[in-house]
């Protein structure tokens, strides 16, 4: 079956720390991937995707990702975080032989920055 | 646009009540998604719609749980009668299938507590 899996369950870091969230899936084939990002007490919100082109996707709040196909992994960044950060992060894919509008979600990274 | 909504936002009920839950999706999208999100388990993908039809149910974990979608501006997602363990909150999402591939928006959600 897909899978997605984030390596990461907890992150703690301080303000102004680089950061970097795992993500792989099991794939084969064409896909979309996606970083979601979930403050505490709201809902998800995207951060970023990647259909194709270029690999480096920049997001929103200076969020970044990185698509190595050869690794099936779609990494994370930001080079210097920032208290406000603090949310849980969903790394997302779809397509394969789930199709292109089945969402497979992992379990999620929680990070918490402390000022 | 006002996005996806969901109501309610909160609700507690008692064991064997039937709770429902409703979501009106972004205007113009033709895909409804309902997930439920738990600490145990994660963001699981219930069911989703196409055009107000019902195209994969294989998430809804048993007969105590319907979802319709009337029309396209209008979904529900049933619980009869409710348990304990079907305490999380329930998201739904919307997406635009032009593009064949497309990001889910999601609501607010409803965070579900069974007594």
């Known amino acids: 079956a897909q899978s997605v899996s984030q390596h990461n369950h907890h992150v703690i870091l301080s303000e102004a720390a680089s950061l970097e969230l795992g993500c792989n899936y099991s794939?084969?084939?064409?896909?979309?991937l996606f970083w979601y990002v979930q403050y505490p007490g709201q809902h998800l919100q995207l951060l970023l995707k990647y259909f194709s082109g270029d690999p480096l996707v920049k997001g929103i709040k200076g969020f970044e990702a990185e698509f190595i196909k050869s690794k099936f992994s779609f990494n994370l960044r930001k080079p210097s975080v920032q208290w406000s950060d603090t949310a849980e992060y969903f790394c997302a894919v779809n397509g394969g032989n789930t199709g292109f509008q089945k969402l497979v979600f992992g379990t999620g990274t929680r990070l918490l920055v402390s000022p | 646009d006002a996005g996806v909504i969901q109501s309610p936002r909160h609700e507690v009920t008692e064991m064997g009540q039937e709770v429902t839950l409703r979501c009106k999706p972004i205007?113009?999208?033709?895909?409804l998604f309902w997930y439920r999100q738990t600490m145990m388990r994660g963001l699981e993908l219930l069911i989703y719609?196409?055009?107000?039809?019902?195209?994969?149910d294989s998430g809804m974990p048993e007969d105590r749980f319907s979802a319709k979608m009337p029309n396209a501006s209008f979904s529900t997602l049933k619980i009869q009668p409710s348990e304990p363990r079907d305490s999380a909150v329930y998201f739904c999402?919307?997406?635009?299938?032009?593009?064949?591939?497309?990001?889910?928006?999601f609501g607010p959600g409803t965070r579900l507590t069974v007594l």
């Open positions: 719609f196409n055009n107000n039809v019902p195209i994969d």
């Open positions: 999402a919307s997406s635009s299938g032009l593009a064949g591939a497309d990001t889910q928006y």
């Open positions: 205007s113009g999208h033709d895909y």
């Open positions: 794939y084969g084939g064409t896909v979309n």
